[in-house]
């Protein structure tokens, strides 16, 4: 049973086009995330969504736009690939409860290579 | 500003105890974490301290605080080579929902 499951695994495409990555959690938690992660392994938070509301919205190009059409599902699409997009794309999810505690389950992963 | 900064390598014996150090800079930080992601995988929750508390115990694992410091461990006794992964610090930062982290430190283990 997957608990954030995330589709593709790879992605390869060319300079220029538009892609989407999905994102879904079956935990019931009512905030989701996505995560970049670079060739060094740094590992930098893009977006964050609660109960479908954009809730951290970090300095990333506009040519990437999260979608969330309810609290399971957390969608990324980028527009016009730059070769710096490549990286590894973390979904992660979480039920924040009180006190701060916040601990954030992640996806295995999307591999995006931008050609 | 948000800062998490880790050593990049540690390589040990195995059998022996691993340390893996990490700074933060958000004193108002009320939960630090330590994630592992072995290769090709996502991160898994490895431990967690409450800022109220100095040190946690868990099995192997014993996680250190210094809160005058900002500086916060994780030990691994008798590390074994499924320890092999990389090890994140990570710290709340700025409200409860941003998990800052660092840059992670590679363990490798060696017979």
């Known amino acids: 049973d997957t608990a954030v499951s995330q589709t593709p695994k790879y992605l390869v495409t060319q300079m220029g086009n538009d892609k989407s990555i999905k994102c879904e959690q079956n935990l019931g938690h009512d905030t989701m995330y996505w995560y970049k992660q670079d060739s060094k392994k740094f590992l930098k938070i893009m977006f964050s969504?609660?109960?479908?509301?954009?809730?951290i919205n970090e300095t990333v190009p506009n040519r990437f736009s999260p979608k969330s059409p309810d609290k399971a599902h957390l969608n990324l699409h980028i527009n016009s690939l730059e070769l710096g997009d490549s990286a590894v794309y973390f979904c992660?999810?979480?039920?924040?409860?009180?006190?701060?505690?916040?601990?954030?389950?992640f996806g295995p992963g999307t591999r995006l290579t931008v050609l | 500003g948000e800062d998490v900064e880790q050593s990049l390598f540690l390589s040990v014996r195995e059998g022996d105890s691993s340390v893996i150090n990490c700074t933060y800079t958000?004193?108002?930080?009320?939960?630090l974490y330590w994630y592992k992601q072995e290769p090709g995988a996502g991160l898994q929750l490895l431990t967690y301290i409450f800022s109220n508390m100095d040190m946690k115990q868990d099995q192997r694992l014993t996680v250190l605080l210094n809160k005058k410091d900002k500086h916060l461990s994780l030990r691994i006794a008798d590390t074994q080579t499924g320890d092999s992964a990389i090890y994140f610090c990570?710290?709340?930062?700025?409200?409860?929902?941003?998990?800052?982290f660092g840059a992670g430190t590679r363990l490798a283990v060696h017979p």
């Open positions: 990570a710290e709340s930062w700025g409200g409860y929902n941003k998990l800052i």
């Open positions: 969504y609660n109960n479908k509301e954009l809730i």
């Open positions: 992660a999810s979480s039920r924040v409860l009180s006190g701060a505690y916040n601990e954030q389950f």
């Open positions: 958000d004193s108002s930080s009320t939960y």
